[in-house]
Each structure stands twice: as structure tokens, then as C-alpha cells.
């Protein structure tokens, strides 16, 4: 189950092990992760595109440009949560350990972010050359990590080290690097998301355009990293997939905080991450409110919300760790310490507006960090995705 919803990226090279990269991605599939493959132009000699597609149900590049369109090898490398290049052949893992970035896998490769594992398989003599072995020992200072060659008959007819280690013990070895990331395990972590709808009468309310795909990017980082997640989610809100993840629905501003409330006497953190209305109608209706003959005007007489960040902040013990988030228009590093301190945060995530591509709706943000030590850390304009990654991995450093 630790595959469930992970992306993997698959770089396959010309290897006579590459026609393994079929069963590899099936494994990976049948173990319910999202498989995306890219390879070399001499794998594609030994192995079709066409296979490995249809069985991720992905197209393959095996080049960083196609016809007249680019491969966004970028956005690949930082899509992926791990990736894992095999079979690996000498000629990759040199240009991979030297960067000679002459084909999609070492772009992507050089691209990544994540975990990158290799599973070399050449012939003997080749693999016990002090050649290959510098390379790979360059890789593995990168923090790359090494599937360890099987020893056996190889295509030449020698027998020794040098084969690629088979399907089976490299879904093994993918397993172990995601169990090893698992640093929240045992810490339970609460997440509100997407917007709150405050009901005027019984198909009227007042709500916001929050989508909640950051907040639903964050719980999946902290499933993947081994959290268990309450993720309270706003109506109409996009909602994590992950594996380990609890999801509440709720529609209002007081429903979310008396759900965050119960939730977070137990937890280790909370990461505030909804669009929360701050004022609600006094009244709601019944029935549909009608609107009388000859009238103009109307007006609806509003009154706050709770504050969900301020409550569980004055409920908050020394061990646990709350993260909000601001969204500011104006002397916004000003604006957002002054809230990170009235709400007792631990740290905040300030939103940028002015940036395109970042805030509601986008897949893309671009946010500050700023600590309670009013260190201000910003970031750059990134997939939601790799912007939950970075606020975890600040989460993490109080936790740990
Ligand atoms: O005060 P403001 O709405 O700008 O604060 C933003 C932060 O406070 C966000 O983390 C948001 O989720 C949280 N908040 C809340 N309850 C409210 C209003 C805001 O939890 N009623």
C-alpha cells in the first residue's frame, strides 16, 4: 500500500535488460502508483514506447523534444516522487554522474528533486571497470542510491556481477527509500482546506473561490511522509487521494473550527491552510428568501465567524506546532508576522497576489515563509505540489 498514489518515473536505457521495464511498470501499477516512463533513444531499440505507454497509460519520451513540442523534462523531474533509472546502462551513468545532459532521462535526472535510485546492468568486465565504479560512487555522493547489480549469467554468456537486479527486489527497493522517508510517522496532523460557505437560506451562502489544491497538496506530502491526516475539507473543494488520509466535510466556518477543535487535542500540528469566511449572516432562513414586489435593496447583517487559527493557537501546548497561512494585499511581510504572532503560530505561509500563476485556483503558488524568529524565507514560483513539499519539510524541523 505504500505505493498507492505515488508517482514514480521510470528512465530506461539501452540495455538488453530494458524488455524487464515492461513487468517493472507493471509491478509499480498493479501496486497502485502513477508510472511515467522516459528513454533513450537505443532503449527504444530494444523495448517499444508503444509497450511501456500502454502499460502506464502515459506517453513515453524518449527525447527531449517531440515533432515540434518540448517535453517539459522540468516539470517531470518535480512531478515525480521517486525516480528510478533502469536498466542503467555505462553510458548514462557516466553522463549522469558528469551531468552531460544529452538525452530526456539525464534532463529529467538533473531535473529531479526527489529520491533517485539506479539499477545498473552491464556486463562484468564493464561493471568491474574502475571507470564505472568512480561513476557510481560520484552518483551515490549525489545521495543517489544504488540497486545492487545480481550476480549470474549474463547476455554475453559470462557469468558474474552485472545483471539488473530483478523487478521484483527493485519494487522492494523502492518501498524501503519511501518507508525511510516516512519521518511523521506515528505524528497525526490536522489540515483545513478549501473554502467555508456560510448559508444565507437554503440554497444561498456567502463563500470565496478557494479550490483547496494547496491544502489538498499538503496532506498528501504528509500521507506520503507517514502522518496520519485529518484533512477537514471545505464544500466543493479538491480533495487528496493519498492512502492515511481521514477526510471531514463540512461547509461552514463554525462547523470546520468545531471539527479542527475536537480534532486537534490529540494531534501534533495543525496546518490552517482553508479560506475561512470571517463574517457569516445572523440569521439563515428557513425557506428561500423571496424577493417582495417593488423591492430594491436588501441588506444582510453579518457577524463574525470564529477564528478557527486563534482557537486552537490559545489551545495550543508547547509540543504542538500550528501553521496558518496569509493572504495579504498590502505590507504583506508586515501584515503576516503581525498575524503569525495575534494567532500564535508557529510559522506562516504568506501567499504572494502579485505574482502570476500563484493563489486561487492556479496549480502553481509562489509563497514566504516567515518564523516566529521573524526569519522570512521566500520561495519561488512552483507546482502547489513541490510548495507543500517545502512547508512540510519546515514543519518537519519543529516535529523532529
Ligand atoms: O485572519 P486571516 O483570515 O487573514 O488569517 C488567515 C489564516 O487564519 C489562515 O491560516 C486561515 O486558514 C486561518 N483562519 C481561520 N479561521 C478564520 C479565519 C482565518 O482558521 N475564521
Known sequence: MLLKGTHILLGVTGSIAAYKAASLVRL????????????????????????????????????????????????????????????????????????ICDSVVVATYLSARC??????????????????????????SYGNHLIPVGDGVLA??????????????????????????????GKKVIVTSGPTYEALDPVRFIGNHSTGKMGAAISEQLAQRGAEVIHISGPNAVLPTQDGITIINVKSA??????ATQQ?????????????????????????????????????NLVKTPDIAAALGQAKTDKQILVGFALETQNEIENATKKLHKKNLDFIVLNSMADKG???????????????????????????????????????????
Open 254 to 259: 463554525q462547523q470546520m473550527h468545531d471539527a
Open 156 to 185: 554475453s554468456g559470462l557469468s558474474g556481477p552485472g545483471r539488473m537486479a530483478e523487478p521484483e527486489d527493485i519494487l522492494k527497493a523502492v518501498e524501503q527509500i519511501l518507508k525511510q522517508k516516512q519521518e511523521l510517522a
Open 115 to 140: 529520491p533517485v535510485m539506479i539499477a545498473p546492468a552491464m556486463d562484468l568486465d564493464m561493471w568491474q571497470h574502475p571507470a564505472t565504479q568512480a561513476n557510481i560512487d560520484l552518483l551515490k
Open 28 to 99: 509499480f501499477v498493479k501496486a497502485g502508483a502513477e508510472v511515467q516512463v522516459v528513454m533513450t533513444p537505443s532503449a527504444a531499440e530494444f523495448i517499444t514506447p508503444l509497450t511501456l505507454s500502454t502499460l502506464s497509460k502515459h506517453p513515453v519520451h524518449t527525447s527531449v523534444i517531440d515533432g515540434d513540442s518540448w517535453n517539459n523534462h522540468v516539470e517531470l523531474g518535480l512531478w515525480a516522487d521517486v525516480m528510478i533509472v533502469a536498466p542503467l546502462t555505462a553510458t548514462t551513468l557516466g553522463k549522469m554522474a558528469h551531468g
Open 358 to 400: 500563484a493563489g486561487f485556483g492556479h496549480d502553481t503558488n509562489k509563497v514566504t515563509i516567515i518564523d516566529r524568529e521573524e526569519s522570512v524565507t521566500p520561495y519561488p514560483l512552483q507546482s502547489k505540489k513541490a510548495v507543500a513539499a517545502d512547508i512540510v519539510d519546515c514543519l518537519v524541523r519543529y516535529l523532529i
Open 264 to 300: 486537534f487535542a490529540d494531534s501534533d500540528a495543525a496546518i490552517l491552510a482553508a479560506a475561512v469566511a470571517d463574517f457569516r449572516p445572523e440569521t439563515t432562513a428557513d425557506q428561500k428568501i423571496k424577493k417582495k414586489p417593488g423591492q430594491n435593496e436588501m441588506s444582510i
